[in-house]
């Protein structure tokens, strides 16, 4: 009876709030490249009170295969105002069979006909096939091994792909190994986006690698193998259920890659845009300023870093560079971002920088340029000239690495995909592996202590209190002490008591 006192009581609260939010309708794929056979789903989200979905058969010429419908409502309180945003969500699953652009759909909410935008979506064929040799023509299982390229030159990402194959009906043990094959020679990223799906008779799980060349030679990668486990059905035990495994030991085949030396006077090799956006042009003594420097296209930054900033009279915190890599139409696309802070009691000026890029279908060399910016201190004095000389010992520059800023990291929506659970044994072992860690961490009682203790460390302490530096004078002061004591300044003492006070007001 309380329970639905309080449900009640629950809905009322809602319907008093009313919405707050204007009507809008957003048209969304699940990924927006599917392999030729796969599902594809499209979501239509309608933010509003009521929804009026049209009755979609067909998307382009791939006929709808299944339709759901959800809703969700949720309070939102800004200035402590609430209001309520209630939104419906239509998932369509579709079949499509070759690129195609998702068209326009009308969706009537609140009483306005609203529509949604165009969508691309891109259909590729799978490479797989089966390796030369292989016993008869539908083997139970096999693994096969591509690149994108043959030859590379050094620093040059090639896309590898290792195809592990399984014929549909068969199953395969929980204990099945892989081994990956040797990359001597080169720098790897496994690419975590892995694509499951069934193609002529079989359940494929591609298996990519990001390689960058470290050196020039001839290169034969590979093989990879597998020892697969397949059920023995001439034993049972006594209540007819299977015991023995038959094991089968397999191999890829092998890639041979040529690479050739790179431009002396190349920096990147890809093809790259750069992007700089400062937080303000304006600020005030000893304030801290945010610097973001984005590139990102198509190649590889994996290995690239750029170097500090370094001006005269300016102290410059860097944080660690986040690089992503995903493939996209058979591309490697990439991006790199990193966050320069700079603190000053005078005007500065931050330099832009230049980086020669080679491109690798054309092999011209062009430039890649990230702009400077002025800034401005007021009430502080000009900066100094380069004509007056060398800048008195309190101006000189001093660089800081790897400190977080507060910039939250972005979170990744990761998607399972799975045909059949007997033959995606690498997914089962990454995620039970995952879920043991996960019971580890949560469960055990020293994960408290180390929560209670951590925090003391004046590491952790630093990266607890940069954020908070413009918020209050003896903040600042502390991270100004951490900053010198962690380069090696032993004068500096620093109160504990204090510490722990300033970490507890921000944890």
Known sequence: ???????????????????????????????????????????????????????????????????????????????????????????????????????????????????????????????????????????????????????????????????????????????TEYRPPKFDGFFVKPITDQKVYRQDGYQIQEIGYILIPQKEGSFEIGPAAAKVGVPDRSRRDMFGMFFGTRWSQIASNTVKVTVTPAPADADLIGKFEAHASLDRNVTKPNKPVNLTVTIEGEGSLEDSDMADYEIDGVTVYSDDPVVTSRVSGGKLLSSYKKHFVFIADHDFTIPSREYSVLNPQTKQVGTLEIRGFDVKVEGAPAQPSAATGTPPASQTPVVYTNIQTDTAPVKEKVVTKVVEKSSWWMLAAAFGLGGLTAILLTQLPWRRWLAKERFFREDEALKILYPHMGEDPEVEAMVRKLYAKKRGDKSVEIDKKALKAMVERFR
């Not at 979501?43 to 998307?59: D, S, V, Y």
């Open 1 to 175: 009876m309380k329970r639905l006192q309080r449900l009640l009581l629950s809905l009322l609260t809602v319907g008093s709030l009313g919405l707050a939010h204007a009507a809008s309708v957003e048209a969304r794929l699940s990924t927006p490249e599917v392999v030729k056979g796969n599902m594809a789903q499209l979501q239509i989200k309608a933010i509003g009170n009521r929804a009026a979905f049209p009755n979609i058969e067909k998307i382009g010429d791939a006929k709808v295969l299944g339709k759901s419908e959800s809703s969700n409502i949720s309070v939102q309180v800004i200035n402590s105002k609430k209001s309520v945003i209630r939104s419906t969500t239509q998932t369509l699953t579709f079949a499509p069979q070759h690129d195609m652009t998702i068209p326009s759909f009308t969706v009537n909410v609140d009483g306005k006909q609203l529509k949604t935008k165009p969508l691309s979506l891109k259909v590729v064929e799978s490479n797989a096939k089966v390796p030369a040799g292989q016993s008869g023509a539908n083997p139970l299982f096999y693994l096969s091994m591509q690149s994108n390229k043959s030859k590379a030159m050094v620093g040059e990402p090639i896309l590898l792909t290792v195809y592990f194959a399984v014929r549909e009906g068969v199953q395969i043990t929980q204990d």
